[in-house]
C-alpha cells in the first residue's frame, strides 16, 4: 500500500513522534500519510490529545507539510469520537484545524453509576464491570446500544469510519456473542447500508489482528460479501502507533480485499 490515514504518534498515545512517521513512510515508498491522533475529549483519559496540546498538533502537521513537500503528501486528520451529548465535535473540530479528513470513532459506550464513561478497549476487568454496571451483563443489550452509537457516527459523515466492529476486541473465542448470530450480522449489515448511503469511507483496519486482540480484521472477513455487494469504497489502514507498525497487517489485508474484489480506494 502507498498511504495511511490512520496512524497515532507522541500527541496523544503514540510511541513515535510525527516526524519520524514521516521518515519511515518515506523509506515504506508511501505518497501519502494521514496523521489521526485521538482529538481531544471533555473528560480525562491518557490517550487523547491533551487540549492545550491541540494547536500544536495542528502546527507541527503544517511544518511538516512544507518541510517534505517534494517526498511525501502529509494529511491532517483526528481521530474524533462520536458522543451522543456533544454532537457538534465533528463539525467544530474539522473547522479548527482545517482538517483535510476525519475519522469517526467509538471508544465509549454510556457511562457508568458514577458518570464515567465507559471505554470499552479498557482492561477487561473494567469492561466487565461496565457490562454489569451499564448493561446488567445483558450483552445484546451492550452490542445493541453499541450499534446504535455506530449509526449516529456514520450520520455524521466523517470520511472513514473507524474499525467497525471494535466491540469484538472483548469477545475472544466468542465468549460474549457469536458473529453469525442472525441478530448480530443484521446489526452489522444496518451499520454497512448506512455507510453506503451516507457516502462514508469503511477502513480495513488491521490493529486488533496484528497485535492479537482479535483473530480477524475489523471488519471481520465473514463481512466481506456484503461489503462487495454494497460496493461499499475501502481503505486500509493500520492503525499505527508505532513506526513499525505503519505497514504491519497490511499485505494481507490486501489479498483479502482482493480476493473479494473489493472497492480498494488509491487515495481518500
Ligand atoms: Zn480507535
Ligand atoms: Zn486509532
Redesign the pocket.
Known sequence: MKYNYHTHSQYCDGKSNMEEMVIKAIELGYTQLGFSS?APLPFYTHWAIKPEKLTNYFTEINYLQTKYQHKIKLVKGL?IDYLPHHPKRFSEFIKLGELDYSIG?I?FVDNFPNGEAFDI?GKPHLFHQGLKEIFNNDTKKFVERYFELIYQLIEQKPTIV??ID?IKNQNQHQKLFNENNNWYRALMEKALKSIKTNNVILEINTRGFYKSRTTDFYPSERFFPIIKKLDIPVIISS?AHHITELNAGVNKAKNLVEDYKLNLLSGI
Open positions: 485521538h481521530e470513532a471508544h478497549a473507524a474499525h471494535f492503525d
